[in-house]
């Protein structure tokens, strides 16, 4: 059967994690974040503030009751920053258990999107959504894709709006992309990373029609050599990017599997402030809005590394 790994590639995603906490954590001076302060202080990350969330929340707009699933690894279901805006989602691998995060990577993509706002930690995009932690991966990040048709289908009976999906498989699937369709045709409006494959193609679901594709930015709005080029829609942060753990605490992590939580919040947001009435295509109306409220990189217009730009509030 078929095996699918997290945007990562599994060792490298260990290699990059020790070397941004040893190395970026006391050295980057784009990161000024003291990670053992956060358990009493709250920071608004550095793409949270870029993306012009703030804009957004002066005028009441948080994400409220827009209903986030994240099929990843899990969650940690106790996590103090999180466990406010968690519902109840479900472990696809075994239902017999909750969807707890044995990896660490879907607690770090569930902070972008709605880390709650209080008096510590860090501060999410959409910090009033609702996140449905839809575990997909196991321990080592890897996953089937026979899980991950499980995890759509559960996101379309539950009536999700957003699937995040910061990961990504080489090849195309047609069980995979029929699922993804499946989706999108319910109107639920699919993000996903665009492949950390350093400047190669375009993995999958991020390739498929009808779903968003992000690739990560980092604070000077430069493409993040991590990325891969192709078919990708928008630009967001991920570089250097400060998030929840699955200890119950906080680090430094980038790539586009943490840039595109970001787009996903800004979804929430829009959906939220919007609310889409009678639109003919939930998908290309939220699209168009990105598109109007982004910023042009690289090459003047669309190119197939920016994509259509840097989202911002």
């Known amino acids: 059967m078929k095996r699918i790994f997290c945007i990562f590639l599994a060792v490298f995603f260990l290699c ?25 202080h709250q920071t608004t990350p550095w793409g949270v503030l870029h993306i012009g969330s703030n804009n957004m929340w002066k005028n009441g707009v948080y994400g409220e009751k827009i209903r986030v699933a994240v099929m ?9 920053d999180l466990r406010d805006n968690l519902k109840e989602g479900i472990n696809i691998i075994d239902s017999t258990q909750p969807p707890l995060d044995d ?5 770090l993509v569930i902070g972008v999107i709605g880390a709650v706002n209080n008096d510590y930690g860090v501060i999410g995009v959409a910090p009033k ?3 449905y932690p839809v575990k997909v991966l196991d321990q080592n990040g890897y996953g089937e894709v026979d899980d991950l048709v499980k995890g759509i289908e559960w996101c379309i009976n539950n009536d999700i709006q957003i699937i995040n999906m910061s990961f990504s498989i080489k090849e195309d699937n047609q069980l995979f992309k029929s699922a993804i369709k499946r989706a999108v045709e319910k109107g639920i409006i699919i ?16 390739a498929y029609d009808g779903v968003i594709s992000v ?15 192709g078919k990708v829609d928008f630009s967001a ?8 753990s699955n200890d119950g605490g906080y680090t430094i992590i980038s790539g586009t599997s943490i840039a595109t939580p970001h787009i996903s919040g800004a979804i929430a947001l829009l959906l939220e402030n919007n609310k889409y009435v009678n639109v003919h295509s939930l998908y290309q ?15 003047k217009g669309y190119d197939e590394v920016y994509g259509n730009g840097f989202v911002q509030f």
């Open 129 to 131: 959504a609702e996140i």
């Open 16 to 40: 990059l994690l020790i070397i941004y906490i040893l190395f970026i954590r006391t050295s980057s001076p784009n990161t000024p974040v003291d990670l053992d302060r956060l358990k009493d």
């Open 103 to 107: 990896y660490g990577h879907g607690t």
């Open 215 to 229: 690739v990560s930015i980092d604070e000077d709005l430069n493409i993040d050599k991590m990325s891969g080029r």
């Open 191 to 206: 993000v996903a990373s665009a492949t950390n494959s350093l400047g190669g193609d375009i993995g999958f679901p991020a």
């Open 237 to 244: 942060p991920g570089v250097n990017v400060v998030s929840t």
């Open 285 to 299: 109306a939220v699209v168009y809005d990105l598109k109007s409220i982004s910023k042009d990189l690289g090459s």
């Open 72 to 80: 990843d690894s899990g969650v940690a279901l106790n996590h103090p």
